[in-house]
């Protein structure tokens, strides 16, 4: 049972890549949602998805797209990467549709040049 | 749209001292979640808080919602090494499907 698992950890662009963040949780959660922290400014939401087929902008989203493959997959894609976008970016999920816990990927440090 | 402020951003404390973090938020709030995490680690959920008012305990943890439900309150007893890490609330709006929107977290430093 391995929880919410992300992939890449860590990630070096060149200003103007693309590149995709994956996430994949293994609980039956509905709910997934991708979130950056810079420091000194928590967590910041981009996108949320509260079930299987539906995705939502959060504070940040510009920059950024998602998508929902199925249940247990949330992507994230940088369509043409800035230095603005460099952060940590984690994905979580939740059981319970606009309530309950999250529970957090490792994150993925993420470098734009 | 909904802010969550948190205070303070950084505190040092020697092993044995109290700590409290604040979080106040522009909202009135269905419920509000702590999370903790731990240098290079991800956000770890502590708990869950719903009723105006309401304590929990939590060992040397003690965590409060304020009773018009816009702010919370995280107090560590007598810390420890091991408690160092960014506390974060996170609070979520009444009504509908609402995001769960954080604070900017409070790191603790703890001194042997």
């Known amino acids: 049972n391995a929880g919410v698992t992300q992939t890449p950890k860590f990630q070096v662009l060149k200003t103007g890549q693309s590149m995709t963040l994956q996430c994949a949780q293994d609980?039956?959660?509905?709910?997934m949602y991708w979130y950056r922290q810079d420091p000194g400014m928590g967590l910041r939401l981009i996108y949320y998805?509260?079930?299987?087929?539906?995705?939502d902008k959060g504070e940040v989203p510009n920059g950024y797209n998602v998508s929902r493959l199925n249940k247990r997959e949330f992507s994230l894609r940088l369509e043409s990467a800035a230095p603005s976008q460099t952060s940590v970016y984690f994905c979580?999920?939740?059981?319970?549709?606009?309530?309950?816990?999250?529970?957090f990927g490792e994150g993925s440090r993420l470098t734009v040049l | 749209g909904q802010q969550v402020m948190q205070i303070p951003q950084y505190q040092h404390v020697q092993e044995g001292e109290d700590f409290t973090t604040y979080c106040n938020s522009s909202?009135?709030?269905?419920?509000i979640q702590w999370y903790k995490q731990r240098p290079g680690g991800h956000p770890v959920f502590l708990i869950q808080?719903?009723?105006?008012?309401e304590v929990k305990k939590q060992k040397r943890l003690t965590f409060q919602f304020g009773e018009a439900k816009k702010n919370s309150s995280l107090h560590i007893t007598a810390t420890q090494t091991t408690d160092v890490g960014t506390y974060f609330c996170?609070?979520?709006?009444?009504?509908?499907?609402?995001?769960?929107?954080f604070g900017a977290g409070t790191r603790l430093a703890v001194h042997p």
């Open positions: 909202t009135t709030l269905s419920n």
């Open positions: 609980m039956n959660h509905n709910s």
């Open positions: 998805s509260a079930s299987e087929g539906t995705t």
């Open positions: 979580a999920s939740s059981d319970a549709t606009g309530a309950g816990e999250l529970f």
């Open positions: 996170a609070g979520r709006r009444s009504g509908g499907y609402n995001k769960l929107i």
């Open positions: 808080l719903v009723k105006s008012g």
